[in-house]
């Protein structure tokens, strides 16, 4: 019997198919995701457990024409398959071809791209106005996940479309589960309504003026086309509750062996944190990543602290795993660890509060979703003088999804007045740092945690920096720059985990010309070291900054605005303003002129420039 699988090109050959062979085509899908994210990785147990409602979708809406706007958008594997692009799955070859979430460029079936939570709802409540407005007939369908509902958007979303009235149809995707477990009052309610069959009274989609369907067997096709049939065309906004398993058909243990490589066993279903995502292949001999292993030293220093500091806090927005908060951890600190749940807003206001009240918070999360918190860190933080350290993953430039690059955090941040930025070069200093934001500084810190390159160097056994001054005096330990090397007519300042490039760059320097530069460890990137910078143009010619973030209104500017065109010449390498989907670090570094060879060039030139 040949798959189903592969007479699919579009939702429209889905429409001739029994439902006996849809459920069919589901198990199909199920086996190729397993396959898929384990060769490849990618968001596992989230869509393994919308296969079969988004089969239904597409089975009874006629998309494009009708629009169904995703959530986050990782758990739309299977709409891609129905949508045309089924060999990115099917094809080794081809599966660099598709972002992991929905993107215009790719589909006329996909909407946006979005890669952060919680705005499905207003983006629907967008599309629908408009519709009415044009007197179009179209259904906008939301699509959004039990997790996401903890986000501040989605609630905004959900108060405005019983506000709007008209079509709109939000499908509520609850497998019980966020990234890690769901936290906060909501989901009480959600499990009430479980319980009893979407029968009982507490129930806060209809509080907010919404009409409401549930369906149990959210994995059941047939009930899934019989509830989406009952509100096509509806005439005004309703939820449509459905009961999903998360990560349903990892209990086969199926695909543990690809080819001649033996895998380690599947996650179990359900909800459980470990089968949110799959690293793939490649990750089978490779050791945990900075954000991982510089996590764990935060956290292993802070629960050292937990007995004599009742007010010490680590506080998660959602995502605790990946940053090295394991569950083991989670479970020692008691009430020194909140997830907050998807809520990043309400996580920098919460630790402000406990703040403000004597406490020491931390909040970790990864730079591209501090964004979403912008005016909090704004606003309830920095002008508010509150004592919060917060601990930014996952930045620098890399090869990632558009949503969730790491290049703009440093931008943002120092951008914030009364907000002390940190650039930590080692994991030593890292601590240090950590040990004097959550106790002498009494003040809104930002530490940027170090990256790839830095950890890669300490595994090396080269150590780039050593140890800072004692974390525990006051003022401020980290305002002067510090002079790795010293040397002349080239001084090269190196930020935070561009530090290991500017070794290199400073080495390779020195091979080609002959000439000893002076490298420098900045430290910080909310302020200058004018005294420094000053010294520095006295005795030399040339000023290089480099920087594993965007280049355009970054610290190197902030340098090279400060010199001036007169006092000295400086060249800045950083990342450039703009959005990157999955391109390889190598090939950006070539892009942006920050590769050894690059810059050894660019500076010999200046140089050459300089004398004529």
Known sequence: MGKLLDSIDSPQDLKILSLEKLDRLADEIRQLLISFCRRHGGHLGSNLATIEPIIALHYVFDMPHDHLIFDVSHQAYTHKILTGRRRAYTDPESQEDLSGFTSPKESPYDDFMLGHTGTSIGLACGMAA????????????????????SSGPAFEGLDWAAEQGGNLIIVVNDNEMSIAENHGGLYKSLAALRASGGRNPNNPFRALGLDYRYVEEGNRIEDLIEAFRQVKDTDHPVVVHIHTRKGLGLSQGSQRQIGPTSLPDLPA???????HWQDGLDSLNRLPNSRKTYGRMAMQA??????????????????????????????????????????????????????????????ATSATFFQRAYDQIEQEMALNGSAVTL??????????DATHSGTADMVMMRGIPALTCLAPTSGVEFLDMLAWATGPARQPVVIRVPGERTLATE????????ATSDPTSGGQPWDRYRILQQGRTVALLALGDALPLGHDLADSLERSTGLKPTLVDPHRYDRLDKQTLDALASTHSLVVTIED????????????????????????????????????????????????????????????????
Request: net charge neutral; aromatic share 8%.
């Open 302 to 363: 802070l629960e050292a602290r937990f007995p004599q500091e009742p007010g010490l806090t680590v506080i998660s927005p959602a995502t605790p795993l990946s940053n090295g908060i394991d569950p083991d951890f989670r479970q020692r600190a008691g009430n020194h660890y909140r997830d907050v749940g998807i809520a990043e807003s309400h996580a920098i206001a919460y630790a402000a509060g406990i703040a403000k009240a004597g406490g020491t918070p931390v909040v």
């Open 459 to 466: 595994r090396a056994g080269k150590p780039i920096a050593p």
């Open 391 to 400: 601990l930014v993953f996952s930045t620098g430039v890399a090869k990632t």
């Open 549 to 612: 973030g965007q280049l355009d209104s970054g610290w190197g500017q902030a340098v090279a605005a400060y010199y001036g065109p007169a006092r000295v010449r400086t060249l800045s390498f950083g990342a450039a303003k703009e959005f990157n989907d999955r391109v390889p670090q190598a090939t950006l570094l070539e892009r942006y002129g920050m590769t050894v060879p690059a810059m050894t060039q660019a500076i010999s030139d200046a140089l050459v420039d300089r004398a004529s």
């Open 130 to 149: 408009q519709r009415d407005a044009t007197g179009g007939r179209a259904n906008i369908i939301a699509f959004i996940g039990d997790g996401s509902l």
């Open 269 to 275: 279903e359900g909800p459980v944190e470990a089968n």
